[in-house]
């Protein structure tokens, strides 16, 4: 199983793909749009995973690194919801690197 994580900022966001261990098995970095983040960014991550042959029963989570507040103008309970339905499995949301990473293979399957 996978993971997806996002290391957002303004200008150049970074998206990989985790394997349940951590390693990273995909990165690129993209644009992602503020007005439309979560649609942004599902269409994004959904691309990277098509193109590693991965689809929706292959990942487990999706994990944001952010200051959802600071940088978004959104509470992170609210962009941890709205990923969470946008993508159909568990959402962490914060801007502490490590803590995400945890949350994330926390959830690992």
Known sequence: MHCFLAEYAPKE???SILAST???NASRKVYISQASFVTDLTNKMIELSHEQGLYHHDIFAIGVIVDAK???GR???QL???LASSFGFTSVVDSNENIVRKK???NAK
């Open 80 to 82: 941890q919801q709205e």
């Open 104 to 106: 994330l293979l926390q």
């Open 13 to 15: 966001t970074t998206i």
């Open 70 to 72: 600071e940088m978004l």
């Open 22 to 24: 951590g390693d990273v």
């Open 75 to 77: 509470e992170s309970k």
